[in-house]
């Protein structure tokens, strides 16, 4: 079981704190990796996502087993039940290494109560093994989802329209922060002329940006979410907004922050954080 530490500084906001005082807030906290034999059931090695549509069957088979007890209808428990035990018994044979997180005496003994129609004793089987997904899933689910159900930025490349160079993620995004900031400079300090080139290179950046999109994303939806009309209108406004009202660029770049930048970030950003973090 690979554990990765991983130091957390606390940030009291509220009261400045010396240096002294801030190292004092700094503790560890343990992260424990899955496997890395699972990566064979997530993409890009599994096309069928064998390991999440297992775990959507338990889920669904659990919920099954609950409401035929409730019933009584032994025709379809057996039926629900056959296949929850026989997904739960798989996991040891996809990840061997977690051979310890499971209980076969307590899948063992729903299999007996399913079988001796025992309907008292159904529902306390159901959370014994109920117990041991939950912490599973309270150890390993997020990290797991980190590191095999985001996507892998440093392999993300970027046409720069103008050159038309390849430019990795880090470049783009480092290009595209860099412009938005020298136009807000430049507005803020009155160049109209410079801030019009900025505003029209950061335009130029946000849709190079978008066409990476399609690396993953199989339709148009979530890119027009975050970088379709919406956006588009928005930095035409800016536009006018420079040349007729530049007072009100501050604001209107408010909206682009959180239109584009923070819901972009608010998906994909803080995932792909963790996995960086967390990645063997």
């Given at each position: 079981m690979k554990i990765k530490n991983i130091a957390i500084v606390a940030a009291l906001l509220l009261s400045p704190l010396s240096l002294a005082d801030t190292h004092s807030q700094e503790h560890e906290a343990s992260v424990l990796l899955p496997p890395t034999s699972i990566a064979q059931w997530y993409k890009p090695q599994n096309k069928r996502q064998v390991w999440l549509h297992t775990m959507f069957r338990l889920r669904r088979a659990m919920l099954a087993i609950?409401?035929?007890?409730?019933?009584?209808?032994?025709?379809?428990?057996?039926k629900w039940?056959?296949?929850?035990i026989k997904d739960y018994r798989s996991i040891t044979e996809m990840v061997p290494e977690w051979g310890d997180e499971i209980?076969?005496?307590w899948i063992n003994r729903l299999e007996q109560v399913i079988r001796d129609r025992d309907w008292e004793a159904m529902g306390g089987a159901l959370r014994k093994v109920g117990m041991t997904c939950s912490s599973c899933h309270d150890d390993y689910r997020a990290v797991t989802a980190a590191l095999y159900r985001t996507p892998d930025f440093e392999k993300v490349m970027v046409e720069d329209s103008e050159t038309m160079e390849d430019l990795s993620y880090k470049e783009t995004m480092n290009n595209l922060t860099t412009s938005m900031n020298r136009f807000k400079i430049a507005?803020?300090?009155g160049r109209k002329t410079a801030a019009t080139e900025y505003l029209e290179m950061f335009s130029i950046r946000v849709i190079d940006l978008g066409e990476s999109c399609s690396?993953?994303?199989?339709?148009?939806?979530?890119?027009?979410?975050?970088?379709?009309?919406?956006t588009e209108f928005l930095l035409e406004e800016l536009s006018v907004l420079l040349a007729e009202n530049p007072e009100g660029v501050g604001?209107?770049?408010?909206?682009?922050?959180v239109a584009v930048c923070a819901r972009c970030h608010g998906v994909h950003r803080t995932l792909a954080d963790l996995r960086r973090v967390v990645e063997p």
């Open positions: 609950q409401e035929y007890t409730a019933l009584q209808d032994e025709k379809l428990l057996d039940g056959s296949q929850f209980e076969p005496g507005v803020e300090d690396g993953c994303h199989r339709d148009e939806q979530p890119r027009e979410r975050i970088l379709g009309e919406e604001r209107k770049l408010g909206e682009v922050g």
